[in-house]
């Protein structure tokens, strides 16, 4: 039994848009799988950056914590101010 041209036509229609419709979704899915490495990526950068910015963020607030100590104190008066304790020489080049 053959069947009517205009039903194969809307066969071969059904079957071609079915198709398109299977190959857009695989090109979508292709895309977001992409997207979505790029993401977990991403966002392990961002972790290890965090990471590394609370460490930061602890020695800084370890430095706070002694700046009010006698020994820091002296320190900076040393390095920042040039200050030298009695009975101590200081030595300069005149060279440079």
Same mark, same amino acid.
């Given at each position: +039994?053959? +069947?009517?041209? !205009? @039903?194969?036509? *809307?066969?071969? /229609?059904?079957? /071609?848009? $079915? ?12 895309? #977001?799988?992409? #997207? ?6 991403? =966002? %392990? =950068?961002?972790? %290890? #950056?965090?990471? &590394?910015? &609370? %460490?930061?963020? %602890?020695? /800084? &607030?370890?430095?706070?914590? &002694?700046?009010?100590?006698?020994? *820091?104190? !002296?320190?900076? =008066?040393?390095?920042? /101010?040039?200050?030298?304790? *009695?009975?101590?020489?200081? @030595?300069?080049? $005149?060279?440079?």
């Amino acid at each position: +039994m053959k +069947m009517p041209v !205009k @039903f194969r036509r *809307s066969a071969l /229609l059904t079957k /071609l848009l $079915i198709l398109l419709v299977v190959v857009s979704c695989a090109v979508i899915l292709v895309s #977001q799988r992409t #997207q979505i490495r790029e993401n977990e990526a991403q =966002a %392990q =950068a961002l972790a %290890q #950056q965090a990471a &590394q910015l &609370q %460490q930061e963020n %602890q020695n /800084l &607030q370890s430095d706070i914590d &002694q700046l009010g100590t006698d020994e *820091s104190v !002296k320190k900076i =008066a040393r390095e920042k /101010l040039g200050l030298v304790e *009695s009975g101590e020489v200081v @030595f300069s080049d $005149i060279g440079e």
